[in-house]
């Protein structure tokens, strides 16, 4: 893929549909570090999101009860699974499910404004969203679903995605992942922002099951049974010699596109990529032990990339989903117009193969993946 140049003003940077309070109080967090070059961005969403606030409140007004009073009485289907695993790959699919319900990008990036500005925001996204993902290629398009992750980050200043914007505070930022750890203030403010996404978005969806995926989440797995009792979860894997590396691109890519402040030095990068690897997958991995049998599924990447017609099929069958054959058309007819895509080739330095035998020796062994010398 041709490598594209940075605008000078990013319209569709993961915070032009953000808040305007939560816009200001980011940008006075770390207006220390903002480097010369991003004050016309910044200056944009200044008033991008100033403009756009007095139609949030408006929107909060007239739907809050209408939001709060809505019942999630089909438990979500959550894809986990740390970035660069498949979790995108099966996500797309599964939203060719027409029974399912997810979050687009108009739900996502712009939902404080989703439901009054929403013809007008999808037509602006239908020209902005045009280009392959920069960590993976793959497409982005209104009509393909997107991370909640990119939802909370515009209704809060507590996500992880802040670090790729302000990566001078990357560790402040990636402290929000492990909400147990998180002061009991902070905890209640992330079970109250994700609740309010899920009940905003089944209230849109018309009560539909909710099908969302976010690496974040594979680390919030005892909140959600709590929240959402009997939920589903599709357990997303791949080969760590493969994950490692991608990893470190996306973050190297997309900090390179949305940051305000100067890039991080590549050994930070490679330094967070392998705290954040290890921790939240042990994380993950203690919690599963608590999910019901029949309420989770574990798919490898490698198995769903050579049969993904025989995957999803188990999938629905192991978690007690109805619809699949009526979704199965839909889902080959994705599947083949996917067929010509080429994903990223990356190659792997012996010094970082040593560093993945040694940080995720557990992953293989969890999920059986053999390690090399």
Request: hydrophobic share 40%.
């Amino acid at each position: 893929m041709k490598k594209r140049k940075q605008p000078v003003i990013m319209v569709g940077h993961y915070l032009s549909g953000a808040r305007f309070d939560v816009w200001i109080r980011l940008l006075a967090a770390n207006i220390g570090h903002i480097k010369p070059a991003s004050i016309p961005q910044a200056v944009f969403l200044t008033l991008l999101t100033l403009v756009m606030f007095p139609f949030a409140l408006i929107e909060k007004a007239v739907f809050h009860l209408p939001i709060k009073k809505t019942k999630i009485e089909k438990a979500p289907i959550q894809i986990i699974g740390i970035w660069r695993t498949g979790t995108t790959n099966m996500q797309y699919t599964l939203a060719q499910d027409p029974g399912l319900g997810w979050l687009d990008p108009v739900n996502s990036v712009t939902i404080s404004n989703s439901i009054l500005m929403g013809r007008v925001i999808k037509h602006i996204l239908k020209h902005v969203l045009k280009d392959a993902r920069p960590m993976d290629n793959m497409e982005y398009t209104v009509d393909l679903p997107m991370e909640d992750l990119y939802a909370l980050s515009t209704i809060s200043t507590e996500a992880f995605n802040h670090m790729i914007g302000f990566p001078g505070n990357a560790k402040r930022y990636i402290d929000t992942l492990y909400t147990r750890e998180l002061p009991e203030d902070m905890q209640r403010r992330w079970r109250k922002n994700y609740d309010y996404i899920l009940r905003k978005l089944t209230y849109v969806k018309k009560g539909k099951r909710l099908m969302l995926k976010s690496p974040d989440n594979s680390c919030h797995i005892a909140e959600f049974s709590d929240l959402y009792p009997g939920t589903k979860y599709i357990l997303m894997c791949r080969n760590p010699y493969k994950v490692i590396p991608s990893i470190m691109k996306t973050f190297k890519d997309m900090t390179a596109l949305m940051t305000f402040e100067k890039m991080p030095e590549d050994e930070d990068i490679e330094y967070y990529t392998f705290e954040i690897f290890e921790k939240l997958n042990k994380i993950m991995i203690d919690d599963i032990r608590s999910i019901p049998e029949g309420d989770i599924v574990t798919v490898h990447h490698e198995d769903f990339a050579r049969e993904p017609m025989k995957v999803l099929e188990d999938v629905y069958r192991n978690l007690g989903l109805e619809g699949f054959e009526e979704a199965r058309p839909y889902f080959e007819k994705y599947r083949e117009s996917q067929k010509d895509y080429r994903p990223n080739r990356l190659e792997l330095e012996p010094g970082l193969k040593k560093k993945i035998n040694e940080r995720c020796a557990f992953y293989f062994d969890y999920f059986g993946y053999e390690m090399e010398e």
